[in-house]
């Protein structure tokens, strides 16, 4: 199975900050790379595909990038609606795994 | 407006069985793989397999195989996942999840919260 290691696990920010969070694979993934945002009590939503493709209706602060076993996520400019939880996931082989996740927190 | 429309929360006792549905609209049903993801308490989502509306193959996780059954009614666009012999640590989040054309998990049922105690 494909192991994704977030890093961090948890990081404060202000708004209007810029964060990044990384993804690394365990083998290579190629491109098969997706992000998802999850507000606690809530289904996850698909920020980004395939490394770096926008979902429709997702902000372009949100950024995606990598390739092979290392990603990363960018959201610049955080908004208060960011503050959530993010998760990576990939999408190259089953089963489909997801990175332990990332918590945005309000500093 | 695409959908996914899933049962309600259900309580069961260990070693007990559960079947969560998935209701599908605002899309073509068959065209897209249906997902079944869990998520316990405080924990990331775990994929537990697939299901193709179409031809209604699955694929299970090693993790879930023998326990699980997913299977699809296209009469009225509804996908279902039953799983047997409920654990303790079976308590979780239930989500179908659609197979969106970039491989992503592009729409997400609302939950089915399962608990088994």
């Known amino acids: 199975d494909v192991q994704l290691t977030q890093s961090p696990s948890s990081l404060s920010a202000s708004v209007g900050d810029r964060v990044t969070i990384t993804c690394r694979a365990s083998?290579?993934?190629?491109?098969?790379l997706n992000w998802y945002q999850q507000i606690p009590g809530k289904a996850p939503n698909l920020l980004i595909s395939l490394v770096s493709s926008l979902q429709s209706g997702v902000p372009s602060r949100f950024s995606g990038s990598g390739s092979g076993t290392e990603f990363t996520l960018t959201i610049s400019n955080l908004q208060p609606e960011d503050f959530a939880f993010y998760y990576c996931?990939?999408?190259?082989?089953?089963?489909?795994?997801f990175g332990q996740g990332t918590k945005v927190e309000i500093k | 407006q695409e959908q996914l429309d899933q049962s309600g929360a259900e309580l069961k006792k260990p070693g007990a069985s559960v079947k969560v549905s998935c209701k599908a609209s605002?899309?073509?049903?068959?065209?897209?793989?249906v997902n079944w993801v869990r998520q316990a308490p405080g924990q990331a989502p775990e994929w537990m397999g697939w299901?193709?509306?179409?031809?209604?193959?699955?694929k299970y996780a090693d993790k879930f195989r023998g326990r699980v059954t997913m299977t699809i009614d296209t009469s009225t666009s509804t996908a279902y996942v039953e799983l047997r012999s409920l654990r303790f640590d079976d308590t979780a989040v239930y989500y179908c999840a659609r197979l969106g054309t970039s491989h992503g998990f592009d729409l997400w049922g609302q939950g089915s919260m399962i608990t088994v105690s």
């Open positions: 605002g899309y073509e049903f068959t065209d897209r793989y």
């Open positions: 996931q990939q999408s190259f082989n089953t089963p489909r795994t």
């Open positions: 083998q290579n993934i190629r491109s098969y």
């Open positions: 299901i193709n509306p179409y031809s209604q193959e699955t």
